[in-house]
């Protein structure tokens, strides 16, 4: 994908150990930009990118990063996608997608099944991505307090 931000060309890559250093500071800060009623502390993050090795994309202009997608290696063929995020100022031009498809191919390579994930019950945006990257929310609706009280989730799941 060669899209531009600013003057910027943008490049969807993997996240790598080499990187991880320069990349982990902007990923948080974009996940605060993204999530600022519950981002994922520093060391959340970190932990989650040294888990999910290799399943962790990012939208790079050179100097900041834009997006990202963070999957779970399969545990029993199943796995799932626990975060994903773009940059207010680049909605809506095709990255969520892109980013998703991409980790998608990468989890069925390394043997997932199975991917699930949770979202807000009123995210619509994110609900329309997910459906129509052919993920079924599970029967029964919402899971009352997933997350903490008064946080409830949708759960989702794609199967071949
Ligand atoms: C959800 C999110 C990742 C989508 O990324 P995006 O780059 O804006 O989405 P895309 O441009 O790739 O659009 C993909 C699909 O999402 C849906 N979508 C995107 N924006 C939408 C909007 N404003 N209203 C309804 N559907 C929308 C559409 O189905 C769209 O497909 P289409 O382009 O064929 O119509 C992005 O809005 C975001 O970062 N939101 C805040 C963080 C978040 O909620 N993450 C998900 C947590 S579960």
């Not at 970190?46 to 997006?67: I, N, S």
């Not at 997932?112 to 459906?131: F, G, M, Q, T």
Request: net charge neutral.
């Amino acid at each position: 994908m060669s899209q531009m931000s600013g003057e910027r060309p943008l490049r969807i890559r993997a996240v790598t150990e080499e990187d991880l250093e320069a990349d982990l500071p902007r990923l948080v800060r974009l996940d605060a930009d993204a999530f600022p009623h519950g981002p994922y502390p520093f060391f959340v993050l970190r932990q989650l990118v040294t888990t999910c090795a290799g399943l962790v994309y990012v939208v790079d202009d050179g100097t900041d990063l834009h997006g990202y997608v963070l999957g779970t290696p399969p545990n029993d063929a199943q796995s799932w996608v626990c975060s994903l995020a773009i940059t207010p100022g680049l909605r809506g031009k095709g990255f969520g997608r892109l980013l998703m498809t991409k980790l998608l191919g990468q989890l069925r390579v390394k043997g997932a099944h199975a991917v699930r994930l949770s979202v807000e019950p009123r995210n619509d945006s994110a609900i329309a991505l997910y459906r129509s990257l052919g993920f079924v929310p599970d029967p029964g609706g919402p899971r009352a307090d997933y997350f903490g009280p008064g946080e409830d989730r949708l759960l989702m799941t794609l199967t071949p």
